[in-house]
């Protein structure tokens, strides 16, 4: 089961999200002049060949239980690396730009859909990057893998790239659609900030620390140590 729910997961994500964030995103930013269409035709370019042709190589850093030889996994570590790259690009040359043109007044009207694009940068590089790579490693993954560090780097993946690229998305066209006179950024000010903020509060004081105690308690058991219990009140 272990083995088939990583090939669906990942050949899911890496096949499609990932080279769809990054070619939506170039899309966009081009339009909007913050990126030129040569650095957007190679990053679209370099992810769809990371993505297509080492998606499934990416995947073999899930497999630890199937037998899957160490140069393999480490392989596969690599890979799966790689894919936050092509979207960090572009969101480093778009910022160059954005930070030349912060005052003209066509930034300023589409500051809350750049806004969470932005997030989807960042998000990408902590929960998919770091995150991700932080359970990557064989060793990190013969204790780590299936606790709750693994739902850390897929909430932060999942929710951080794909849920906020969605919001950002709905956004975009909705500001083209609505007049100046009818728009307000008020709530989605407070949205923006609540999301983010939720969600790395989420990461910070659950998942995370629950992902880092349960191998420690665990290789405590292993070698037989006292692991620290709390009295349960329930009788």
């Not at 728009?183 to 629950?210: E, V």
Request: with cysteine; aromatic share 14%; charged share 10%.
């Amino acid at each position: 089961m272990e083995y088939w729910r990583w090939w669906v997961v990942h050949l899911w994500v890496e096949g499609v999200f990932e080279v769809f964030a990054t070619a939506i995103i170039a899309l966009i930013f081009v339009n909007l002049k913050l990126l030129r269409a040569s650095t957007a035709a190679v990053a679209v370019i370099f992810a769809t060949i990371i993505f297509m042709s080492g998606g499934v190589l990416g995947t073999f850093h899930h497999l630890y239980w199937s037998g899957t030889p160490i140069g393999v996994l480490a392989l596969g570590a690599v890979f799966s690396a790689l894919e936050v790259v092509p979207l960090l690009v572009i969101g480093f040359e778009a910022y160059q730009t954005h930070k030349l043109e912060q005052n003209t007044k066509w930034i300023e009207h589409y500051k809350w859909p750049l806004n969470f694009f932005a997030s989807v940068l960042f998000w990408n590089l902590v929960g998919a990057g770091l995150l991700g790579f932080f359970i990557n490693p064989p060793l990190a993954l013969y204790y780590m893998q299936g606790l709750n560090s693994t739902p850390a780097h897929g909430h932060a993946a999942m929710f951080g790239v794909y849920g906020l690229l969605g919001i950002g998305l709905m956004l975009f066209c909705l500001r083209s659609l609505i007049p100046d006179n009818r728009w307000s950024d008020k709530w989605l000010q407070q949205a923006f900030w609540g999301l983010n903020i939720g969600l790395a509060m989420m990461l910070a004081l659950s998942l995370i620390p629950q992902g880092i105690y349960q191998p420690i308690s665990a290789l405590l058991r292993a070698t037989g140590l006292p692991v620290h219990r709390r009295q349960s009140t329930v009788q």
